[in-house]
Nanobody
Framework: QVQFVESGGGLVQPGGSLRLSCAAS???????MGWYRQAPGKQRELVAA???????NYADSVKGRFTISRDNNKNTVYLEMNSLNPEDTGVYYC?????????WGRGTQVTVSS
């Protein structure tokens, strides 16, 4: 069974930075992973994704501010978030794609507020 340990969320002021981590367990191999977020009253949306080989894609709203990376030895994906603004507030979920299924972490809250 795929399980995740997510960390790094919290409260930050506008213009600040946070780094999210997500460690996956219960899997053998390297799989596409990503980060999604859900703001209050809105649908969950893709923030960034990274392939097995390390190719990344980003939502337009975070390009140039966020960086996704992975450590395959640790089955861990990271999201470095800079120049945060209040619109980045939400619950951030880690994801992993395996055998045509998408597995989700429990989420970590990110709040950008002064």
């Amino acid at each position: 069974q795929v399980q995740f340990v997510e960390s790094g969320g919290g409260l930050v002021q506008p213009g600040g930075s946070l780094r999210l981590s997500c460690a996956a367990s219960g899997i053998v191999g390297i799989y596409p992973m990503g980060w999604y977020r859900q703001a209050p009253g809105k649908q969950r949306e893709l923030v960034a994704a990274i392939t097995n080989g390390g190719s990344a894609n980003y939502a337009d709203s975070v390009k140039g501010r966020f960086t996704i990376s992975r450590d395959n030895n640790k089955n861990t994906v990271y999201l470095e978030m800079n120049s945060l603004n209040p619109e980045d507030t939400g619950v951030y979920y880690c994801s992993l794609d395996l055998d045509l299924l998408r597995y989700w972490g429990r989420g970590t809250q990110v709040t950008v507020s002064s």
